[in-house]
C-alpha cells in the first residue's frame, strides 16, 4: 500500500500509549507512505512517565504539545488530540493522517477522517483492539519495525504467528475476490484486497519483508512471473491456488 506520490501526513502521537524507542523507525515507516509535513506528540511533559521522550522529541523535530492531567481517570491527552485532529483536517492541509496509539478511542477519529476522504494509517502494538484496527485504511503493529533479523529469519521456518489472523483462509478469499477466469490474480491486486479486508495485514508479521516472498513460501499456492510487456525486463508476479486448494480453513 505504500505510495510513490508526495502526501502530505499529519503524524499525531498519543505519547501515553506509545513508545519513544520505536519512534525513528515509525517515521521511517511513515515515509513510504509520504511526507510527515506535521509531527505531534501529546502528553503531560510534567511527569516523569514520558521522560524517556525527551531526546527523541528534539532530534526527530517532533512537537510536543502539553496536556495537563486535569481529573484523575480521565485522559485529557485523548481530547487534545482529537480536537486537533479536526482542526488539521478542516485546515484542508494534509492529505491524510497516521494516528500513533494502542487506544481504542481513537477508533471513532479514524472513521471520522475517512469518511471526509482522507486516508488514515495506525501505528500501535498487537494488543491494539480491533476496532480501531478495523476502522484504519491500513495498521502497522509496532512490533514488526523494531524486529530483530534474528527473530524475522526464526519466523521463516512457520508462517502461522500466534495472535494474528490465520493465512490460508485470509489469502484463499483475497484470492477469490480478485482472481480471474483462470485463476491467476496479479500479486498487486492481491496486496490490495488483503488489506481491504484486514488493515492490519502486513507480510512482516509473518517474518517476510515482501508479500512475493510470502506468496512462494505458501505451499497451496502457484507463483509465476509474467513479463510486464513494455519492452523491459521487468516481471510482474501473478498468484493462484494450486489444484485441490479450494479449502480456506486451517
Known sequence: MATTH???LAVLIDADNAQASVIQ???????????????????DWTTQNLKGWKEVLHKLAIQPIQQFSYTTGKNSTDASLIIDAMDVLHTASVDGFCLVSS??????LAT????????????GERKTPEPFVAACDKFIYTEILRAEPEE????????EVAGLPKLRPMILTALDATARDDGWSTLSALGSQLTRNHPSFD????????????MRKQSYLEVK???????STHVQLHVRRKAG????GG
Open 112 to 123: 471520522r477522517i475517512r469518511e471526509a476522504g482522507l486516508v488514515v494509517y495506525g501505528f
Open 203 to 214: 507480510p512482516r508479521n509473518y517474518g517476510f519483508s515482501k508479500l512475493g516472498e510470502l
Open 103 to 108: 487506544d481504542s478511542d481513537f477508533t471513532r
Open 25 to 43: 523507525e515509525l517515521l521511517a515507516e511513515v515515509s513510504r507512505y509520504g511526507t510527515a509535513t506535521i509531527k505531534r506528540a501529546y502528553g
Open 152 to 159: 524475522q529469519k526464526a519466523r521463516e521456518v512457520a508462517t
Open 245 to 248: 486448494s479450494a479449502s480456506k
Open 225 to 231: 512471473e509474467v513479463p510486464m510487456g513494455d519492452g
Open 6 to 8: 508526495n502526501e502530505r
